[in-house]
């Protein structure tokens, strides 16, 4: 699409000219995430106060203009592309902390805020926000409750769903919200707050999120357990959530990830690995030898090759170098490799794993897991080249195979990553049309000229594409 | 209003004569619930299966008549009471439990299981459900969901929208649908799950719940604190929310909840007790030495009275006695009390308690005040007699400005208790206006004729009761 001509000179006059990209070299960089996907948005704008992201709202509500927003792009979904083109919103510079509250254990801040950023203000006071992605360092706050991105923690310490206590958001005709609490409880009125986490944009602009701090833990032991065979890791995976000492991180790879790193680190594995998991737990030091028992306990089984506990920040540091290391060879192998975030319930892990491995076979694939396996979220990668139109065919024909396995184990197709638009033609196979038809409804409520992310999260009514 | 003639054989055919309560004595029943509200149901239905529920709803949106779905009627703010007439439709014999799976920490249940049973069952598998309201014994979950009802555990453990993963529901038009995932992690599409939760019966009605269950601790110990005056109790508490070990209760009694004990029970207690906290701790045993004594010190400040901790069953049971005397206390002396279940932040709650004392004697009310102090939840209990018009009068002019100071204090009309009828007219005062229109709209989605719940939890549209 082309804007209206008075549209940029109207953002400029609001924003101010230093907060609005008309150069379509400076717009490319808005225009793709950590995905595949890419497009040439017409304008980038940055707000930095909540009332010009209602002034920009209100001006693409009224001329009907796309509203993309956004944070630093970490994404992996292509949720915050601009397909059909219009105006993205940078809240990058959106990026204050309004008030920190260790007495009522809870922060304010602005969308733009990075996560590390809010770890960083909260360790001072002794306290951490759970939702802690790999991207930690770079990506914002807001983009964590678009997606409701979690990471290893997530097992003990749940989500963004769980660690947020209100917002305050722009609705898609310009309307001001406020929702939720500044307390731990609350029943008053719809629960919109978590309605608005997770929904990638496409139901409001959210300007300020109030977050529940957890207070850190006195201590942590990290170790990392090596087995035959992804069999044995899973049961052990099992039994470790069947006993009462929830792990803070419980993560695994298999053995293809364990070639990986073999053959692009200096990692030091047992010749017969099969599977590698890490397991931290944390709480009162006087408990910690206790409790570091009761998980080794739990992690032992006829399938453990070694098991091994960190004594030292420099040996926490080696145990998590494999894990580490695994990143960065995947890269060198397969740089488009396409990286999936699957869940199961924790008990069918083995079946899901099984059945990865065979449709890998089947389809010609080398496939390669690794994850937060206490989740059951299993970051499915398959390593092809998606600019071979033949290797893409396969993956496609794959994936389809493995979603459909991950439903019928009653898993779901995202734990972290959301759907953004990779995901968007497989939704209807895990939601009932009832649901969607309630969701595009709830969506046409808060922005009913539909402008904001349009074609994300849910499938297009006429789905031409679905598998 | 009156039903059409050929409702009742219908709902006799769909569910069987036992099923159907016709006579006025039977019906009279379910037309009440734990607070003053009163109304004569047209008709009362049990159902038993899933099948039954989408019958019943189905029949009611045709024919546009209210249908009030409801547990055991424990519910303090009269969210069941059918105001408008219509059929109740009752849960309490849709009781199964359908599915307990240890190994993946949940538990699948109708919605008229009480929440006792589903304690008893996780705790033979050495888990529990974090929500547990004092009726526990009675209250169904379902009845849990509609309210977002918790309890004391809400401080270490969440309220039910963190503790459920997800839903099956009917929707006012009678559609089936599957809300959540049977993981711990899930972000595909909107969140349905915490949007019906807390609901009250008005977008959809419940049909079974999957329970996210957490492992007991290994040992709780239990401290009972008692202090000159309430500010020194408020203070403890504030230093006990701002150290790492999180109680899993946190409770407190004020000094005229210490008075109504002292008249009504046994309860040995210092002469000049302001005060009283009840604290618990749980964890690794290993480690319960230590953690008693962070929050012992924690709850030490120069108006602490006495600190004591139980060593046996006996003394746990003796700490807890004259908490639980203040029940039955109340009840003797104001039978028909006024209960309101407020929030404010942690820190806030000093003010909360001079500014109670204040309108306490400016509108001549004896307020006690207890309630759930970790979460800044208070329990306002207003000790008037409401069949004497004037001190109805007095107490609605006192509630006013109570809830006007909740507000100013950044808290929230309800934590656990809900909105039903009773606090309906005050959520405007809460919740802004652009909210309230969307929550609107979202009822519409999910119930086109409006027969589900009418004339609760949200304002009326047109609110010449307003305050």
Chains 1, 2 share one sequence.
């Not at 070299?25 to 995430?33: I, K, Q």
């Not at 009332?51 to 509500?61: A, D, I, M, P, T």
């Not at 139109?389 to 898993?411: S, Y």
Request: aromatic share 4%; proline share 6%; net charge negative.
């Amino acid at each position: 699409m082309s804007l209206p001509n008075h549209i940029t000179p109207a953002l400029i006059t609001l924003l101010g000219a230093e907060q609005v990209l008309t150069e379509a070299t400076d717009r490319l960089a808005y225009g793709y995430d950590n995905s595949r996907e890419q497009a040439l948005p017409d304008l980038v704008v940055f707000a930095t106060r909540h009332e010009q992201v209602v002034g920009v709202v209100k001006l693409c509500h009224e001329h009907g203009i796309p509203l993309i927003s956004r944070g630093r792009g970490t994404g992996t979904t292509g949720a915050t592309v601009p397909v059909s083109g219009g105006v993205v919103l940078s809240l990058e510079r959106m990026n204050r902390i309004l008030r920190m509250a260790p007495e009522d254990r809870l922060m304010v801040v602005e969308p733009g805020v990075t996560n590390h950023a809010v770890q960083a203000l909260a360790a001072e006071h002794g306290f951490f926000w759970p939702p802690d992605p790999t991207s930690g360092a770079v990506c914002t706050v807001g983009g964590n409750l678009a997606y409701n991105s979690a990471g290893p923690r997530a097992v003990k310490y749940g989500t963004p769903r769980e660690n947020v206590l209100g917002l305050r958001a722009v609705t898609g005709s310009g309307e001001e919200i406020r929702t939720g609490v500044y307390t731990t409880k609350g029943v008053v009125g719809y629960d919109l707050t978590r309605l608005l986490i997770g929904s990638e944009g496409t139901l409001a602009v959210i300007t300020e999120a109030t977050l529940k701090l957890t207070p850190q833990a006195q201590s942590k032991r990290t170790l990392q357990a090596i087995y035959a065979d992804m069999h044995s890791a899973a049961q052990a995976v099992s039994a470790i959530m069947a006993q009462p000492v929830v792990p803070c991180a419980l993560e695994f790879i298999d053995h293809r990830a364990i070639e990986m790193v073999r053959a692009h680190s200096r990692a030091e594995l047992p010749e017969n690995a099969g599977a590698l998991l890490m397991i931290e737990v944390d709480g009162p030091e006087a408990a910690m030898e206790e409790m570091v028992a009761a998980v080794s306990a739990a992690a032992r089984n006829d399938g453990l090759l070694r098991l091994q506990a960190a004594n030292s920040a420099a040996e926490v540091k080696a145990l998590w170098a494999t894990r580490q290391a695994l990143s960065p060879a995947l890269r060198n192998v397969a740089p488009k490799k396409i990286n999936e975030d699957v869940v199961v319930p924790v008990s069918r892990i083995p079946e899901l794993i099984d059945g990865l491995d065979r449709l890998g076979r089947q389809h010609d694939i080398t496939i390669v897991n690794f994850g937060h396996a206490g989740n059951g979220n299993i970051h499915v990668n398959l390593l092809i080249n998606p600019d071979d139109p033949a290797e893409l065919a396969r993956a496609d024909a794959c994936l389809a195979e493995v979603f459909a396995l991950v439903l019928q184990l009653q898993g779901t197709l995202s734990g972290e990553h959301g759907v953004g638009l990779v995901k968007r033609d497989f939704v209807a196979q895990e939601i009932d049309a009832a649901s969607l038809g309630l969701m595009r409804q709830v969506k046409t409520v808060f922005d009913p000229r539909g402008i904001l992310n349009p074609g994300k999260t849910l499938p297009l009514e006429d789905t031409s594409r679905t598998v």
